[in-house]
């Protein structure tokens, strides 16, 4: 049992040092452990010790997660990127002499357009929000601040009363990495929000917490009771798509770009520290100003007629 004695130390390690130093949303981290969690029990299984891992070992665990779990190749990228900041954090605490994961690329992602809500639906969730209850005006700022800032949802579940400026309209959020950015939000959102401030949230506000979101016993809301809230609201409407609050940050993010926002503002206003992140998004636009395109110009595509 000696390959496995500090094996419960370093990746507690790990996990906190991803939520104290990285700030990582509590989702985040599960994920990073549950892919971490497989890799070792795989070891296990192998005999392998979890310090001395070499290159033929990964390209062997690759090969398992292909042709025996049929994962995907995004799923396979995933776990690599999640082992790779694993053993980063090895190699710099000393528990092993090198980042073996570095020596290899994961595999080429299949192409995945961001989902998103066209501006009717949304208009359909919103309605569908009763803000003569409080948590009916909680539930409709959420949805508001959401397509509003375009903020993560860890970061929504975190604002505080205190991070909003009301005369200027803008919130501070705290992001990945401790990082802090300023996020406008417009008339919509700040008529539902002081209309909560004054209403519903004094209602829930039971245990004088500093959150702006709260849930029905005062306490802060979570990231999955934001979830579970977003699936009762869809449930309202007839709308027949998958509800999540990162679908809303997309929203927000491929409105902008179709409106003519250009991508560096887009950037900054999610909050991505690359603008390749924000230039999947561009995908979206080019496909609907395509489809504009086709539909509006008047030599777009050849009459029937002349095509005889």
Same mark, same amino acid.
């Given at each position: 049992? +000696? ?13 906190? =040092?991803?939520?104290? %130093? ?25 005999? @392998? ?24 190749? *995004? *799923? ?14 090895? /190699? ?9 994961? #570095? ?24 309605? /569908? ?5 409080? @948590? ?7 949805? +508001? ?16 009363? *205190? ?27 700040? +008529? ?18 500093? =959150? ?7 306490? &802060? ?13 869809? +449930?309202?409407?007839?709308? %027949?798509?998958?509800? *999540? ?8 993010? #491929? ?11 887009? %950037? ?7 603008? &390749? /992140?924000? %230039? ?26 002349? &095509?005889?």
């Amino acid at each position: 049992m +000696e390959r496995y004695e500090n094996y419960n130390k370093d990746l507690l390690g790990y996990l906190e =040092y991803l939520k104290y %130093q990285k700030n990582y949303s509590s989702h985040t981290i599960l994920n990073y452990k549950i892919d971490i969690e497989e890799f070792l029990e795989y070891l296990n299984r192998e005999g @392998l010790n979890y310090k001395s891992v070499v290159y033929s070992d990964i390209r062997f665990f690759l090969m398992y997660l292909k042709n025996e779990k049929k994962d995907k190749n *995004s *799923s396979v990228d995933r776990k690599l990127s999640s082992l790779r900041g694993f053993y980063q954090y090895l /190699a710099n605490e000393g528990v092993v002499k090198n980042n073996v994961f #570095t020596l290899l690329n994961g595999p080429k992602k299949e192409k995945k357009l961001p989902r998103y809500f066209e501006y009717n639906e949304l208009e359909d969730l919103f309605m /569908a929000c009763d803000l003569s209850t409080s @948590l009916g005006q909680r539930d409709r700022l959420i949805l +508001e601040m959401l397509y509003a800032t375009g903020v993560r949802v860890g970061e929504l579940v975190s604002i505080k009363v *205190s991070d909003i400026n009301f005369s200027s309209r803008h919130i501070l959020i705290l992001g990945k990495g401790n990082k802090e950015r300023i996020v406008p939000y417009g008339d919509y959102c700040e +008529e539902i929000l002081k209309k909560y401030l004054k209403d519903g949230y004094l209602e829930l506000n039971k245990k004088n917490n500093s =959150y702006l979101f709260l849930n029905n016993r005062g306490d &802060k809301l979570t990231e999955r009771g934001v979830r579970y809230l977003l699936e009762q609201i869809i +449930e309202k409407t007839s709308i %027949q798509k998958h509800i *999540s609050p990162h679908m809303i940050r997309h929203s927000f993010a #491929t409105h902008l770009l179709n409106q003519g926002c250009d991508l560096t503002t887009v %950037q900054k206003l999610l909050g991505h520290e690359s603008i &390749k /992140a924000t %230039q999947i998004y561009t995908h979206v636009t080019t496909d609907r100003l395509k489809n504009v395109y086709e539909h509006s110009f008047p030599r777009a595509k050849i009459d029937d007629d002349l &095509k005889k």
